[in-house]
């Protein structure tokens, strides 16, 4: 059964902070930590060095530097959910959406809710999202989530007709000021808080795009990216911060051997915006030109990496513009790879 993207809904919510203004907010706490001022002032320019040029990110949680307890953390994340529900259903409704949804798929990377995201939706929504409807919370996929659900979304049976896809992911909600691990500073530095929402259906119409293929590729790297135990709550790491990058490269390349792509066919792509240096190595590996990277860069200068809403965000820019055949791929803890590819209807 074929499954068509019908609509994909990307608000911007939260608040516009600047790499300077983050900068600023940083450095009175990187300045008190429990460190010999040599290393002190190592970490110090580490962080100038994450939030060099113009880059901007949304946060969802105005108070995220002053978090000290799980209850903070929790409460934060729980805020901002509430937030990004709204925003979705402000957007939904703006648009042609069915009558119900028979399904709706709910995921974060970030946080923990009961009742979940999905019956959160639910309970927002309605006079859309049935009382009979399933109602499925994904969590832990990391910057892959989005995709991931994506291709989840699009392999239910067909008694799902019409399911909604939704992604929250709050970063800001982990941050710890506190921590003097480096990954720690890394991800603060490079996440920003999101959300997305996808309308699947299995009726085809002029314009939707048809999910035509899904790959996945686990490389077997489950300590690169992980959650590290603060004292009060999980927080970003990676296992080998200097080799971070290398890692991820080989391993994404690895995994784009096993996918039956030609190289360089597709009329736009959605990459993932991990950072530049990657997005860049991913281009010369796929045989893009260097304006095929604009929608991902664009992206990634306006709100930073936004873990799994980050890629649907760009699919919807590249789905209302006049490409024909998207692709997309993203990358993230396990270590996983995800990627597809799909047409827009004629």
Not at 115 to 123: F, M, N, S, V
Not at 314 to 333: F, H, N, P, Q
Request: with cysteine.
């Amino acid at each position: 059964m074929g499954r068509y993207v019908r609509a994909i809904c990307a608000p911007v919510i939260g608040v516009e902070w600047a790499n300077d203004a983050l900068l600023e907010a940083l450095l009175p706490y990187v300045r008190t930590l429990p460190l010999a001022a040599p290393e002190r002032l190592s970490l110090e320019n580490f962080v100038r060095l994450l939030l060099i040029g113009w880059r901007t990110r949304r946060i969802l949680c105005p108070d995220f530097l002053e978090l000290r307890s799980f209850s903070d953390h929790a409460a934060a994340f729980e805020a901002a959910v509430t937030e990004a529900v709204r925003g979705l259903r402000r957007e939904l409704d703006q648009m042609e959406v069915p009558a119900v949804f028979d399904a709706v798929v709910a995921i974060s990377s970030t946080g923990n809710l009961l009742p979940g995201i999905a019956d959160r939706l639910a309970e927002a929504w309605p006079d859309r999202i049935p009382a009979e409807a399933l109602l499925v919370d994904v969590s832990n996929g990391g910057c892959t989530s989005g995709a991931r659900g994506l291709r989840l979304a699009s392999r239910l049976g067909p008694e799902y007709k019409n399911v909604l896809l939704a992604v929250v992911e709050v970063p800001t909600s982990l941050t710890d000021p506190c921590s003097v691990d480096r990954a720690n500073w890394q991800g603060l530095c490079t996440f920003g808080d999101g959300a997305a929402a996808v309308w699947l259906s299995d009726e085809p119409a002029p314009g939707a795009l048809e999910v035509d293929r899904v790959y996945s590729w686990h490389s077997g790297l489950p300590e690169l990216i992980r959650w590290q135990y603060g004292p009060s709550y999980y927080r970003f790491a990676v296992s080998d911060l200097g080799g971070f990058e290398q890692k991820v490269r080989n391993a994404v390349f690895a995994a784009i051997g096993h996918f039956d792509w030609e190289r360089g066919r597709a009329d736009a792509w959605a990459l993932h915006p991990a950072g530049m240096m990657l997005l860049l190595s991913l281009a010369k590996k796929l045989g893009l030109e260097r304006q095929e990277l604009e929608p991902s860069i664009r992206h990634f200068r306006k709100f930073s990496n936004m873990s799994g809403a980050s890629l649907l965000h760009i699919l919807r820019d590249l789905w209302i513009s006049d490409a024909k055949e998207l692709r997309w791929l993203a990358m993230g803890a396990g270590f996983h790879v995800e990627a597809g590819r799909g047409k827009v209807l004629e």
